[in-house]
């Protein structure tokens, strides 16, 4: 069984790509598509990024928390 900080080391796929926003401005959404509702946008996608990531960490240390099985499609990263 994997540690909790080896669940937040999983490489999970992340995703960039610009979208047009509701005012018709283009905004970055960044995403971890293995990983549910671990979306975010903002203007560079650096922020959307750092945004996403912090949702990833919560999404993933709630279903730990909760006894939700965490995907892991690949190993985790070795510190």
Do not use: H, K, N
Request: charged share 25%.
């Amino acid at each position: 069984m994997l540690t909790r900080d080896q669940y937040l080391r999983i490489p999970y796929v992340l995703v960039i790509e610009s979208v047009p926003g509701p005012d018709g401005d283009w905004c970055r959404r960044a995403s971890f598509p293995e990983v549910p509702g671990a979306v975010a946008e903002a203007e560079s996608a650096i922020e959307a990024m750092d945004v996403a990531d912090e949702r990833r960490v919560r999404i993933i240390l709630d279903w730990l928390d909760a006894g939700i099985p965490v995907p892991v499609p690949r190993p985790p990263l070795q510190a």
